[in-house]
């Protein structure tokens, strides 16, 4: 377990290096972090990521789009992820491929790149890491409109009429797929094995993590035991960490850097991913007032501190008392339970901690704009 003191010292000195701190979750979250975005973008040179491409694909998707339409009214996830495709203001979409360019531009060319020439870069990327980052922001994509498959077993009138979320299943399905197979066909055209490699296990790593995920958010699962802190950090990692730590470590590779870029690329990458996790799983818990509706996963890292906290069979009494009439949880008394013992302060200390491993990992790299940009970044997680 991590020093509770020194996480919090670290917390402290995240936002006191002098640098610009922009929180991605403050009270005005979503202007600041269109801020962060804004200014990550004139770094590298231009809007990358999902953007670009859609203009390359623009047939494909149109016809997506015109499909997708036929689900409005339901309650289908298709319609949410696609929504936010064009209305996210915070523009988590398109941040792993941003930080891929950032940690491609910190870094520099190598001096072992001999073949690879200079004049080739565009404010300081080789073509090849900005193919990566779209191919990155195509995997992510991916899997977050696969994600949206809906199980029918649990379908009930109000989500709408059966067969447009039979047909929204489907596409779902097909859409995913189609980008994951361009982003495959990416992959390959960058005629680099270990980066195929490294991009290869990152989505496996994804398929395992988002299966350990699903098997963990249930009430059963609380009930029987659920995972501790360690278990929580490996799996969170597979399914939030490994595809922007193996994208940044790709990247070091692509401009043929050492083998301790690479390591530290890769561990701003996993740190960086964790403490936005973590983040993340806080936000319900900071922003809820008495009585306010609320909703959480039980698989939250505040539950998981809270549930090794206080001990299974506490946990499971806190639960029943939390039942309601239909035997569904009441959210605001769990909530309450959270919150009166030391599961909040524990995730944010281990945020904290995560947080300043990745602002660790890149002080090696000269000193730089984009270097500064992955520093806000790291900070910008720890701000509550």
Not at 43 to 70: Q, W
Not at 141 to 154: D, P, S
Not at 353 to 375: D, M, T, V, W
Request: proline share 3%.
């Amino acid at each position: 377990m991590l020093p509770t003191t020194w996480s919090r010292l670290s917390c402290r000195a995240l936002s006191s290096r002098g640098q610009r701190t922009l929180s991605l979750f403050s009270s005005s979250g979503p202007s600041n972090w269109s801020k962060v975005v804004s200014d990550a973008e004139k770094i590298v040179g231009y809007p990358t990521s999902f953007m670009s491409l859609r203009c390359l694909l623009s047939d494909e998707l149109s016809n997506v789009a015109m499909h997708v339409r036929k689900l409005v009214g339901t309650q289908h996830p298709l319609l949410s992820t696609a929504r936010g495709f064009v209305y996210d203001n915070r523009n988590n979409l398109q941040m792993r491929g941003v930080i891929v360019l950032l940690m491609s531009k910190a870094a520099g060319p190598s001096h072992a790149a001999s073949d690879l020439l200079a004049q080739d870069m565009v404010s300081g990327i080789y073509p090849s890491q900005r193919n990566l980052a779209e191919i990155t922001e195509l995997i992510h994509t991916a899997f977050l409109v696969h994600r949206g498959i809906v199980n029918l077993k649990e379908w009930t009138v109000s989500d709408g009429p059966l067969k447009d979320m039979q047909f929204g299943n489907k596409m779902a399905i097909l859409s995913g797929d189609f980008l994951l197979a361009n982003a495959c066909t990416g992959l390959a055209q960058l005629n680099n094995t270990k980066v195929v490699e490294l991009i290869s296990s990152a989505i496996g790593d994804l398929v395992q993590g988002i299966y350990y995920e699903n098997s963990n958010n249930t009430e059963e699962n609380s009930l029987t035991g659920g995972v501790d802190v360690a278990t929580w950090e490996e799996q969170t990692f597979l399914s939030h960490g490994a595809l922007l730590a193996k994208s940044c470590q790709a990247a070091m590779e692509l401009a043929k850097h050492d083998k301790e870029s690479q390591r530290l690329a890769y561990k701003y990458g996993k740190h960086l991913s964790l403490g936005h996790k973590l983040n993340s799983d806080l936000q319900p818990f900071m922003k809820s007032s008495v009585g306010e509706p609320v909703s959480f996963s039980l698989s939250a890292a505040p539950v998981v501190f809270h549930r090794q906290i206080v001990g299974q069979e506490r946990w499971h009494q806190q639960l029943q008392q939390a039942k309601t009439l239909r035997n569904q949880p009441d959210y605001s008394k769990l909530l309450a339970a959270v919150k009166s013992e030391k599961g909040m302060s524990s995730a944010v200390d281990l945020c904290c901690y995560h947080g300043n491993k990745a602002l660790e990992a890149i002080q090696a790299f000269p000193s730089s704009e984009a270097r500064s940009a992955l520093e806000n970044i790291a900070s910008a997680i720890t701000k509550f």
